[in-house]
């Protein structure tokens, strides 16, 4: 259901002003699309029109960046006669979440049990990982927030490793237990 469209290009393989769309199609099922266009240049763009809350991430240029509603990312293609260019793909994503509850460990065992209350006001970072799961020198971080009065916190995020962490700053007389 995504619209790509087609636009003639002078050769330059970039998408600029005055330069008319040749043709649109909408995906299939599959993702999947396809044109049967005359011999010339072209720069094929996908249209972010309706997809809310999607993000390119391939291809990575600025082909298609002249028009607003559209991927910044484009494929700049040249036909022949007779001739077949695949692979012309676009890549996208959705952030995803993270989320959890800061706990008063009544017991101290690093487990949550019945009576373990909520803890509000903690601040919760987020980190960026290099895949090991481990919190490292250098590592960016990506986010931070404050639980609520419940101790719930959550993260919207861009698909990645991440390494979740409490700030023990100001936290006088707490000892994480787990």
Excluded at 10 to 20: F, I, K, M, S
Excluded at 39 to 54: A, I, K
Excluded at 102 to 108: G, L, S, V, W
Excluded at 109 to 116: L, V
Aim: charged share 20%; hydrophobic share 25%; proline share 2%.
């Amino acid at each position: 259901g995504w619209t790509i469209r087609v636009y003639g290009d002078d050769g330059d393989g970039v998408l600029e002003a005055g330069e008319l769309e040749v043709d649109s199609t909408t995906t299939d099922v599959n993702g999947d699309y396809s044109f049967s266009l005359d011999p010339g240049n072209y720069v094929v763009c996908e249209d972010l029109t309706g997809q809310t809350g999607w993000t390119q991430s391939g291809p990575v240029n600025t082909k298609c960046a002249a028009v607003t509603t559209l991927g910044d990312g484009g494929h700049s293609a040249t036909v022949t006669s007779n001739s077949t260019t695949n692979d012309l793909d676009f890549f996208n994503y959705r952030q995803g979440s993270l989320a959890g509850t800061k706990y008063e460990d009544e017991n101290a065992d690093g487990n949550y049990d019945a009576g373990d209350t909520g803890l509000s006001g903690w601040t919760i970072r987020v980190y960026g990982d290099d895949g090991d799961g481990v919190m490292e020198a250098g590592q960016t971080q990506a986010d931070t927030t404050t639980t609520d009065s419940n101790g719930d916190y959550s993260f919207t995020l861009d698909p990645g490793n991440y390494v979740v962490c409490e700030d023990l700053t100001g936290q006088t007389g707490w000892t994480q237990s787990g």
